[in-house]
T-cell receptor, first 110, second 115 residues
């Protein structure tokens, strides 16, 4: 089955710094690549997504880049704020479902 | 527009019992997916329903079963509960047509503890 890995598993940054999380997947048929944010005790929420015919997408402080050849996509957060602290999941779409990665815990210190 | 709602929010069961979790999808969404999220892990796909039919299933045993109703609400049933079934069960709906799912809108989940 699809193998999805995220790195790093934890990430601590100072407020205002940038954060990058990388997601590697195995199935070349995946064609939709979202990132979800999950705060403690809350539901996962979509923060940005990209489709396989696009290389990069930005939404204010958040961006996602996709390298289909190398089978990885990355989440970029600039000017981090304490409220960005959460667990982030990549979830490439495979056949009929999203396959979630193991998550990256981001801590932003004031 | 109401979001995805799940019930109950918390419940405790003992090994061998059966449980039913319920989900109301977001208005206008006809596809419902269920995920299991163990503590410290990412959500794992259980199955998906579209127009009352299961149209996708993850690596879960048959004691995990589901239903979707004409109003697109859904149930997840788990028989013969095991300790490892303790997890947050997330329901997600989407406006997909049974094929490409796209963005999932998650409910707050039902936290099941099996003793």
């Amino acid at each position: 089955g699809e193998n999805v890995e995220q790195h790093p598993s934890t990430l601590s940054v100072q407020e205002g710094d940038s954060a990058v999380i990388k997601c590697t997947y195995s199935d070349s048929a995946s064609n939709y690549f979202p990132w979800y944010k999950q705060e403690l005790g809350k539901r996962p929420q979509l923060i940005i997504d990209i489709r396989s015919n696009v290389g990069e997408k930005k939404d204010q402080r958040i961006a996602v880049t996709l390298n289909k050849t190398a089978k990885h996509f990355s989440l970029h957060i600039t000017e981090t704020q304490p409220e960005d602290s959460a667990v982030y999941f990549c979830a490439p779409y495979n056949t009929d479902k999203l396959i979630f990665g193991t998550g990256t815990r981001l801590q932003v210190f004031p | 527009e109401t979001g995805v709602t799940q019930s109950p929010t918390h419940l405790i069961k003992t090994r061998g019992q059966q449980v039913t979790l319920r989900c109301s999808s977001q208005s206008g969404h006809n596809t419902v997916s269920w995920y299991q999220q163990a503590l410290g892990q990412g959500p794992q796909f259980i199955f998906q329903y579209y127009r009352e039919e299961e149209n996708g299933r993850g690596n879960f045993p048959p004691r995990f079963s589901g239903l979707q109703f004409p109003n697109y609400s859904s149930e997840l049933n788990v028989n013969a509960l095991e300790l490892d079934d303790s997890a947050l069960y997330l329901c997600a709906s989407s406006p997909g047509s049974g094929g490409f799912v796209g963005e999932l809108f998650f409910g707050e989940g039902s936290r099941l503890t099996v003793l």
